[in-house]
């Protein structure tokens, strides 16, 4: 059975700060990995999505990576600001394009300025 | 493009009553919805998956006849709890299977309390 981990569950650090936050899975054969932003009370909103045979991918000041056979990826933020203060999420997909997804708990980021 | 349209962001219940929740998909052909739960602290657990047509996939552990589960047409799905009871209180969130997309589309989410 799948179980997907992530630590740490809590992170409080100073505007400008760079951080990675961690997300392990038990099963390699994952089809496809995302890493999800959620404010409090909101809905999911998707930040970046690797597919297993890429190893990162990169949208402004983020950047995740993939290594499918040790079960791990990271999620970089580089300068983080006040308005990334969220929960991050970390999900696999173990089918196809479009099957549903296994979570993490989380890590809830607070940036102070 | 690709919008989910969830309904009601937040609802309030009594006990024994029952609850819909709507997920419309607004710009594209949603064949298979996922529904999800998350209580405080936990991550979210996907609860069913829907056809539409056919009848709901419940994960094991979920009622069936309390998560009474439609997804009668390409754009939408409903979920309706049962006889809510307090611990039902949780957040649900849908996720719609987009076939021109690699990634599933989310909505909003709802908040449900059961008083």
């Known amino acids: 059975k799948q179980e997907v981990t992530q630590i740490p569950a809590a992170l409080s650090v100073p505007e400008g700060e760079n951080l990675v936050l961690n997300c392990s899975f038990t099963?390699?054969?994952?089809?496809?990995l995302q890493w999800f932003r959620q404010d409090p009370g909101k809905g999911l909103t998707s930040l970046l999505l690797i597919q297993s045979s890429q190893r990162e991918q990169t949208s402004g000041r983020l950047n995740a990576s993939l290594d499918k056979s040790s079960g791990r990826s990271t999620l970089y933020i580089a300068a983080s600001q006040p308005g990334d203060s969220a929960t991050y999420l970390c999900?696999?997909?173990?089918?196809?394009?479009?099957?549903?997804?296994?979570f993490g708990k989380g890590t809830t980021l607070s940036v102070s300025s | 493009g690709a919008v989910v349209s969830q309904h009601p962001s937040r609802v309030i219940c009594k006990s024994g009553t029952s609850v819909k929740i709507e997920c419309r998909s607004l710009d594209f052909q949603a064949t298979t919805m996922f529904w999800y739960r998350q209580f405080p602290k936990q991550s979210l657990m996907l609860m069913a998956t829907s056809n539409e047509g056919s009848k709901a996939t419940y994960e094991q552990g979920v009622e069936k006849d309390k998560f009474l589960i439609n997804h009668a047409s390409l754009t939408l799905s409903t979920l309706t709890v049962t006889s809510a009871h307090p611990e039902d209180s949780s957040f649900y969130i849908c996720?719609?299977?987009?076939?021109?997309?690699?990634?599933?589309?989310f909505g909003s989410g709802t908040r449900l309390t059961v008083v």
């Open positions: 099963d390699s054969a994952i089809y496809n």
């Open positions: 999900a696999v997909s173990l089918g196809q394009a479009g099957t549903a997804l296994i």
């Open positions: 996720s719609a299977k987009n076939r021109d997309r690699p990634s599933n589309t």
